[in-house]
Structure formats: structure tokens, C-alpha cells
């Protein structure tokens, strides 16, 4: 395993969580079949229920924390809780978006909450049927399995007569909400009011400071190791099957074209992780060299490009700041930073409830906005 892939991995492993309010439990599936974690250890999500006018209505999270990039690297994952319920907390309180605190929530605080837990390092996207022998020890790309698994067992809990839901996730999570949209949608009948937030997902196929495009390689190879062609959006699969270009269905920018369901993207235009990581940065704005702020500055415009089609949606909403930040929808971020006056719950709300307000807000370029 590469350098560049173990920094990498680290460094979305444990991503933070704002925690506030009342406590969800943790469902683990009893008898998981081949839905089973990098450890073979069952799956699960935090369910916390919906209370009032919120009692029918659903919010779906997908927990991010990177991916594991090659084999080894699935190995050391299976032996953290990103990659094992072994030891996951019988409870977990949760903020911003899955919080039911009306201050930090004010328009889903009364709704059910499930926090899907991730174990399978590869965006709940890959399906192998044998298990996978590294070293010695056997593990398990069983993602999208779970995904499947763990739905059925919240429309058990009440989700099967939803009238609203909204998936959603932070991170890896965020593009698990890219990749996933349409299927969970596919699921719920068709009255349903349904719809979709990512966060911090949008990672772009953009080149490193030397000009290397090693972030395509790398989900390049999660998407072929964990066979994830069945497990993303299929209507992206079949617009790069010709060209042998389907590993494109592992980011969001190639897939959102073909998304179907309504969707609001939640991202920073100088995503901190991006520029650690695709950009390789190695500093942190302002304080850079000059040629730093030079590469810098074309990351921005290659995520202005990359994200052109989010910003000319008719239909679709966002928030696109240009704060250093990652994950904003759980954490204080969501009602405390501001584009054109407007928050990222304002702007969600807005967009969500037809409401009079911007509903697709994007930012001046970095450092022009206080609120950060």
C-alpha cells in the first residue's frame, strides 16, 4: 500500500460529528446473510423515531469515512469500526441534519433519523461473493448488500409507509448519496415525497500539483476490487459501458447527469479533504507560497467547471461555499455559515418546501465569505 493511499485512508477514517439531543439505538441485523462488514461481522443503523408531525416522514444518512484503496488497506480498515461492528456503541447522539433539537434542525427535527453505519469501504457500492483472502485472513466486499439489507429492515420499522423521505450523507457518504439516489427512490412508491442532500461528496476528477491524475486511479481501482458496476447508478453505467469508462460511475460529477431524483448538493468549493488529497495541496490557505495559491486558485476553477451542471439545474438546489471545510450537515456549520445571508438548512428548506429564498446558493471565491 502506497503512502499516498495510507494518508488518504487516515485521513477520512474518522471523520467528526457534531452530537446533540436524544439518543438513537443501534439496530444490528440479526441474520445479515452475505450483508456482512469487512470482518464478516453483521451491519447496522442508528434508529431514533419520529415524534409528531414528523412521525411518517424519514431522513436516511450514509455514515462516510473514506475508502479503503487496495486489499491491505481493506485489511487494516476490517479492524477499526469503519470496517467491523464489533464494537459499535449500543447508542449515538447525532447533530445539524439528524439532530432533533429545533435550533440546530428547525424543519426535520421531528422526523425519524436512521444513521446507516459504514463498514464496507467502498461507498456501499461493491458486491464480491466470495470472501477475499489477504494475508491470511478473510474479508468481505459485501457494500451493497448492506445498503439493501439494511433498507429493508427500516421499511420493516415504518419507512414502507413513509410520506416523506430524504436520503442523505456526509463524505464517503455523500457520494454514497450520489450513487444511491435513484435506487433508494426506486423502493418507495411513487406518492412519496422524496428527496436527496450529499455533503462533501462532490469529489472531482481533477488533476494533483504536478498535473497526475491520481485520484482517478485510485477510485479506479475500489470500483473494479469491489466490483461496484451493480451497485452505482445504472444509467450512468450504460452511457460509459462503450467506452469502457464505467469506473466514471464512482464520481459524482460523471454521475449527477444522470440522476433522477431531486437533488441538493451540499459541498465546499475548496473542499479541505480535496485539496489535501486530489489537489495535494500541502498547505493551508493563506498561508502558501505563492505558487501554492497559484495551484490552488486552478483547483477552484476546475471545481467551477466540474460543478457547472449542479450550478444550472433548473430544478435541483445547493449551497456551494467557499469556506476550507469538509462535512457541513452535521455539524454547526449547517445553521451558522452564510451565502447571500442565507444558511445551508435555510437554503435545504427552501429548496425542499418551495419556499420564497435562494434556493441554489453558490459562493463568491475563497476568502471573500466572513462567515467561515
Known amino acids: 500500500m502506497s503512502i499516498t493511499a495510507i494518508l488518504l485512508f487516515l485521513s477520512l477514517s474518522l471523520l467528526p460529528y457534531d452530537t446533540e439531543g436524544v439518543e438513537a ?14 470482518d464478516g461481522s453483521p451491519p447496522g443503523y442508528y434508529f431514533r423515531k419520529g415524534t409528531g408531525a414528523g412521525a411518517d416522514n424519514w431522513i436516511v444518512h450514509l455514515q462516510g469515512g473514506g475508502w479503503c484503496y487496495d486489499e491491505e488497506a481493506c485489511l487494516e480498515r476490517s479492524k477499526t469500526d469503519i470496517g467491523s461492528s464489533k464494537k459499535w456503541k449500543p447508542t449515538e447522539d447525532f447533530g445539524g441534519l439528524l439532530s432533533d433539537d429545533p435550533t440546530q434542525n428547525p424543519d426535520f427535527y421531528q422526523w425519524n433519523m436512521v444513521r446507516i453505519n459504514y463498514c ?3 461507498s456501499f457500492a461493491g458486491y464480491v461473493d466470495k470472501a477475499v483472502d489477504v494475508s491470511g485472513t478473510s474479508i468481505y466486499f459485501r457494500g451493497y448488500k448492506i445498503l ?28 454514497a448519496t450520489y450513487l444511491h439516489a ?53 444509467k450512468c453505467i450504460e452511457a460509459y459501458k462503450a467506452t469502457n469508462e464505467t469506473w466514471k460511475c464512482f ?14 448538493s451540499l459541498n465546499s468549493q475548496v ?12 498547505c493551508t490557505p493563506p498561508r ?7 495551484q490552488f486558485e486552478k483547483f477552484y476553477e476546475e471545481f467551477k467547471k466540474a460543478s ?26 449547517w445553521t451558522s455559515r452564510l451565502i447571500q445571508n442565507q444558511t445551508a438548512a435555510a437554503t435545504f428548506g427552501d429548496w425542499y418546501f418551495s419556499r420564497t429564498g435562494i434556493k441554489n446558493n453558490v459562493d463568491c471565491a475563497y476568502p471573500c465569505n466572513k462567515s467561515c
Open 148 to 175: 439493501q439489507t439494511i433498507l429493508q429492515s427500516v421499511m420493516s420499522k415504518g419507512m414502507s409507509n413513509a410520506k416523506e423521505v430524504i436520503l442523505t450523507g456526509c463524505s464517503a457518504g455523500g457520494l
Open 251 to 264: 464520481m459524482a460529477q460523471y454521475t449527477y447527469p444522470h440522476i433522477s431524483a431531486p437533488f441538493f
Open 271 to 282: 473542499d479541505t479533504w480535496q485539496l489535501a488529497n486530489i489537489l495535494q495541496l500541502g
Open 308 to 333: 457547472a451542471p449542479i450550478v444550472s439545474s433548473e430544478t435541483n438546489g445547493a449551497f456551494l461555499i467557499s469556506c476550507l471545510t469538509h462535512c457541513q450537515s452535521t455539524s454547526s456549520g
Open 120 to 122: 464496507d469501504g467502498a
Open 182 to 234: 435513484d435506487y433508494v427512490m426506486s423502493l418507495l412508491p411513487p406518492t412519496v415525497k422524496y428527496h436527496a442532500i450529499a455533503d462533501a461528496g462532490y469529489f472531482i476528477d481533477a488533476p494533483d500539483v504536478n498535473g497526475d491524475m491520481h485520484i482517478r486511479g485510485l477510485y479506479t481501482y475500489v470500483f473494479n476490487m469491489q466490483k461496484c458496476s451493480d451497485g452505482v447508478n445504472q
Open 288 to 294: 502558501c507560497t505563492p505558487t501554492q495559491m497559484e
Open 25 to 38: 439505538d443501534l439496530v444490528l441485523i440479526s441474520d445479515p446473510g452475505e450483508a456482512v462488514c469487512l
